[in-house]
């Protein structure tokens, strides 16, 4: 397991798919590194703790956290970052993995890929709904506001 | 550290709850935002609903979330003083929206078929509204500013979107196993099944058949190429070739919709998302089904 191999490529591939998805060019670059700091921590705790569940999580709540931080910087919505990060981590090859075997009548493998896909999704969600729930609470914290709502 | 979790606690059931209650509408009533702007008459009360209703368009068509969606649109309405009944419901392909101007319900629906991710037509419409909730920007001019944003051009359009999406795909082929001549191959399997499929957009095809159409061109390419023994790893130049059609951001943002409470929203998105898999199984499997039986060999 190459960690920079994995870093390096995702980076240019994610630069590829901003430019696709048409963020705006200043925002390209700081899309990019979520999600390649996003893919590497993925790869890094699939391969040492081999819990797919986990590794899409933590992925999930950086690439949230790093596009909250970024919108902070470049004023643009979290979303544009957080799209482009999740692109490599989302299950749409378990999806197409789980279809192909139903194509091909073997329901075992189908079956699994379609469970590992559903929990994929949601790990993902959660990840960025914690992200986002952080953030919010981050800021009201270092503006005073302790347990009083507006 | 204490005051951290509670708060998140308190967020947390904030957002959860957020999408089906009114508390950011009361919220935003009873906090410092100016709401001195009011809509003097019927018919301006008219065009503030084209505007909504424009702007929800705008939104879904260019790939915002339909949460994003409906508190833009809710943030819009109600942010001028004589508007109130102000409900808003999106779904992944409409948006309805009705509000009361002194006791007259006006109500719209608007449809969009299209899909066409643009970030960075989200990022303009975000800091539209924010302008428009904020500012006394009158009716006309902020559908003169929507329209400016319709009509703004793509950075990289046509030729130049195939070879960025071919650059990103081909360097997860190189990731998922390939060799950096599966690589190569797949950087030029991608930009000729995009660029066919821009030659047909003109047939009007359901996004159904585009998308087997678009599976069987990459796996036709695949399995010629790799008969011929250029490519290595098979599976992995046809994932990479397909990659771009993956429906992954829609499922994610169908179980995001399904846990905050939007339900329409979240299974409608779960079943086209499925359905785009079957069509990218259907046209892959037929692909390599038939290989097979022509003699090929999938290691």
Known sequence: MNLMFHFVLSFFAMIGFAAYFSVPRSAMVYAAIAGAVG???????????????????????????????FSRIKKYPATVFIIVGIIPLV????????????????????????????????????GILLASVFSASIL???????FTRK | MFFLAFDCSINLIDIVVKSNCGIMRQEQKEGGINMDFAITSYKEAQSLMELASFAGYLLLKNGAEVYRVEDTL???????????????????????????????????????NILDINLEKVALLNAFSRKFVQEDVSVKEGIALLEDIAKREKEFEGLKSNLVAAIGCSLFAIILGGTITDGIISFFIVNVELWILQMVSGWNLKFFVQTILGAVLASVMATTFHSVGWIHNLDAVTIGAVMIFFPGVAITNAVRDLMSGDILSGSTGIVKSLFVALALALGVGLVLRFYTMMGGVIQ
């Open chain 1, 39 to 69: 893919w590497t921590l993925y790869n890094y705790v699939y391969y040492t703790h081999h819990s797919l569940y986990l590794g899409m999580l933590l992925a999930a709540f950086s690439i949230g956290v790093l596009g909250e931080i």
């Open chain 1, 91 to 126: 299950p749409g090859m378990n999806l197409y993995y789980t279809m192909l075997y139903l194509v091909e009548s073997n329901t075992a493998k189908a079956l699994s890929e379609g469970i590992s896909a559903i929990v994929t999704a949601g790990s993902i969600s959660i």
């Open chain 1, 140 to 146: 009201r914290v270092r503006k005073g506001i302790y």
């Open chain 2, 74 to 112: 809710t943030r819009i309405c109600s942010s001028r003083k004589n508007i109130d009944h102000v409900e808003v419901l999106a779904i992944y392909t409409s948006v309805m929206i009705s509000f009361r101007y002194e006791g007259e319900m006006i109500t719209s629906l608007r449809k969009t």
